[in-house]
């Protein structure tokens, strides 16, 4: 049960509990940072190194490395491989406290953030909370895709394609057979080229020796772009090179197909072709997450909060938004959501308001292209950097390189190195584990039922009907009906 607003205990750095040792900061102006992806993290680790005290929030208690969440659904990289503990991330920074909760509630006039219990007063406040699936009002994409933007989602994926093997090699009817064996993407992109291609490599590696007695012949991924091309914003011929690289790996690639509609059995585009695909990925478009009009913000049609060229809110100079959630033009053309916008604007919000609570203006934000990487498959990938266009080997050796470096621990990038090295080796994803599905209930966990799209329920060992729910904690195989 939930406390009132008034009733509510404080939180933070003026509330009383904090050791002897912190007293000292009591004077300190104190910046609640909601979020903490890319933008977020960034904004307290720069944040950390000044004279303030900052308070992180986020609904759980590790950061992804969301550019290699599809090889978790994929089944290459463990979870664990791309995540830190927020806590670990800060040991060494005595200014920075953690707290494990979802925003509820942000009182602009009166400077208040409430979590569930709690709420926790601020002087400066970072909002990151990133993006959600933007399905564009489609029918049946959000009751039966699948999305790739937390790590949940990425283990619910790999679950539902592993699983659908398993129900291939039990099928009788060709058919049926052949929907389990079929996935559609949908999103030529960089997460859906990406995707496509780990999970072809997928297929023929180390699925082709798990199932001897199937026929993965039968098994298509299917890629389907709603433009003329792959890779929006990538030169044209390596857009041309990452679509005929993905024809060679065995991947139907369709361009100019839109989708209307998707149901349990099929995919609809507007052509009248009907796909039919027991799974369907959807990495077509994403917008800001947040309910921006019930904190009195301006938003765009991507759902994105307004901002000055300083990051901060009109009208609220203490509040400032980074990553993804942030609507901003340079150069007359809105900035991508991507990790390294995320990065860029959370370091400059932290400094604008370090800035701030020295009695100094804040300096407008301007973004700096630093490449574009894309990998397609083994030994294969795009890069644009420093206006240079790299295709096959060169750019891989690049992308290798950049993603292992930008991981935050050398422990992390240890176990991605060794599990590359091993896939590269011996052609085996070594993560083909389908995960028992758990929902907390009281004091214990409960494992949940697994609907079936064609409306068959398969129990699991120790589920009860009363623990059955549409708990965020729950990782079902397959997408709430």
């Not at 009166?110 to 219990?117: E, H, L, N, T, W």
């Not at 800001?288 to 019930?294: D, F, L």
């Amino acid at each position: 049960m939930l406390l009132p607003f008034e009733n509510r205990p404080m939180l933070g750095w003026d509330s009383g509990q904090s050791p002897t040792s912190d007293k000292s900061r009591a004077h300190r102006s104190n910046v609640v940072v909601l979020g903490a992806g890319f933008g977020g993290l960034w904004a307290a680790k720069t944040l950390a190194k000044g004279p303030v005290n900052v308070s992180l929030i986020d609904r759980h208690n590790y950061h992804t490395f969301f550019p290699l969440l599809y090889q978790v659904g994929a089944a290459e990289l463990d979870p664990a491989d791309i995540t830190q503990p927020l806590r670990k991330i800060f040991w060494n920074r005595t200014n920075v406290r953690f707290f494990l909760g979802d925003v509820q509630e942000v009182d602009l006039s009166a400077k208040v953030v409430r979590i569930p219990g709690h709420e926790i007063r601020y002087d400066y406040l970072v909002v990151a909370l990133g993006s959600m699936p933007n399905f564009y009002g489609i029918p049946g994409l959000a009751e039966y895709a699948f999305t790739l933007k937390s790590l949940e989602q990425g283990i619910t994926l790999r679950n539902q394609i592993l699983t659908s093997f398993e129900r291939a090699a039990c099928e009788v009817d060709p058919e049926r057979r052949q929907a389990w064996l079929t996935f559609t993407i949908v999103g030529g992109g960089p997460t859906g080229v990406e995707f496509a291609g780990a999970l072809m490599e997928l297929i023929h590696g180390s699925l082709d020796r798990d199932f001897p007695h199937l026929d993965l012949r039968q098994a298509r991924v299917v890629l389907l772009e709603a433009s003329d091309h792959l890779l929006e914003g990538m030169p044209e011929k390596l857009s041309a090179y990452a679509q005929g690289r993905l024809k060679n790996m065995g991947i139907d690639v369709r361009l100019n197909s839109r989708v209307v509609k998707i149901t349990p059995l099929e995919v609809l585009t507007r052509d009248g072709t009907r796909i039919s695909s027991r799974t369907v990925v959807w990495t077509a478009g994403v917008q800001g997450n947040i309910s921006a009009r019930q904190w009195g913000l301006a938003t765009n049609r991507h759902n994105q909060v307004e901002v000055l060229p300083t990051l901060q809110v009109p009208d609220h100079p203490e509040v400032y938004v980074v990553g993804d959630l942030a609507g901003i033009q340079q150069d007359g053309r809105p900035l991508p959501m991507i990790a390294q916008v995320g990065i860029q604007t959370g370091t400059v919000a932290g400094r604008n308001i370090l800035r701030q609570s020295a009695g100094k203006p804040p300096q407008p934000f301007r973004y700096h292209e630093k490449g574009t990487l894309d990998v397609i498959g083994r030994n294969a990938a795009v890069a644009y950097i420093w206006r240079q266009a790299f295709r096959g080997f060169p750019a891989w050796l690049i992308w290798v390189w950049v993603h292992i470096f930008n991981l935050i621990g050398y422990r992390n990038r240890f176990l991605v190195l060794i599990n590359w090295a091993w896939d590269y080796l011996f052609s085996e994803h070594s993560v083909r584990i389908i995960v028992p599905t758990e929902i907390h209930t009281g004091n214990s966990f409960t494992t949940t039922e697994i609907p079936d799209k064609v409306g068959v329920l398969v129990r699991l060992p120790g589920y009860s009907p009363a623990a059955s729910s549409r708990s965020s904690h729950a990782a079902p195989l397959e997408p709430p009906r």
